[in-house]
């Protein structure tokens, strides 16, 4: 099983600060790598993925990049609607497995 | 507009089944693959399993912590999927997704909003 491994756990950021969370994984899984934000009471939403592909709609502020191993999610100029927790998810073997998770709090 | 919704939840007892279903719209079922994804309460995601698209055979793959008891199938014309799970366990409490993968790839584009499936004495 391929683990996934976020870091931090948890991050309290202030408006307009950047944040960056990682993932890494126990073994490569290319780019086989994809950034969730699920914010409270709510499904998760798609924000990149394979690493580092955007998405339509989601706004231009986040960003992915990495490949192997190492894989990091990139928050530009934090708003308070990002207060949420982000969670990385691995497409390259079976089981699927996701990371732990990292919450952001805005302070 | 892309629709997923999931129902069936509710409480049961510990070594009984719940089917669960997931209805779609705006789009062809068949033409993607659909993932179940769980979440405990208070916990994280865990991927429970998933079906292919007919493309790939409407082959399926599942969990180790469900697989031997969980089963996912489709029905095409009805444009519903199902997530049929026998002798539950408590530790199988959580919120139960339904997700449509990204065209083309493996990630989960669209979700549902969940149903809550509480196995319980």
């Known amino acids: 099983e391929i683990v996934l491994t976020q870091s931090p756990d948890f991050q309290s950021v202030t408006p307009k600060e950047k944040v960056t969370i990682t993932c890494r994984a126990s073994?490569?899984?290319?780019?086989?790598l994809h950034w969730y934000q699920q914010k409270s009471a709510q499904s998760p939403k798609l924000l990149i993925k394979?690493?580092?592909q955007s998405i339509s709609g989601v706004p231009s502020r986040f960003s992915g990049s990495g490949s192997g191993t190492d894989f990091t999610l990139t928050i530009n100029s934090l708003e308070a609607e990002d207060a949420a927790t982000y969670y990385c998810?691995?497409?390259?073997?079976?089981?699927?497995?996701f990371g732990q998770g990292t919450k952001v709090e805005i302070k | 507009e892309v629709q997923v919704v999931e129902s069936g939840g509710g409480l049961v007892q510990p070594g009984r089944s719940l089917r669960l279903s997931c209805t779609v719209s705006?789009?062809?079922?068949?033409?993607?693959?659909l993932s179940w994804v769980r979440q405990a309460p208070g916990k994280g995601l865990e991927w429970v399993g998933f079906?292919?698209?007919?493309?790939?055979?409407?082959?399926?793959e599942y969990a180790a912590s469900v697989k031997g008891r969980f089963t996912i199938s489709r029905d095409d014309s009805k444009n519903i999927a199902y997530l049929q799970m026998n002798s539950l366990k408590t530790e199988d409490t959580a919120v139960y997704y339904c997700?449509?993968?990204?065209?083309?790839?493996?990630?989960?584009?669209?979700w549902g909003q969940g149903t809550l499936v509480t196995v319980s004495s």
């Open positions: 997700t449509r993968g990204c065209s083309g790839g493996a990630c989960y584009a669209y």
């Open positions: 705006g789009f062809t079922l068949g033409d993607y693959g």
């Open positions: 079906i292919t698209s007919k493309t790939y055979g409407g082959t399926t």
């Open positions: 073994q490569s899984i290319g780019g086989n």
């Open positions: 394979y690493a580092s």
């Open positions: 998810h691995q497409s390259s073997g079976l089981p699927r497995t």
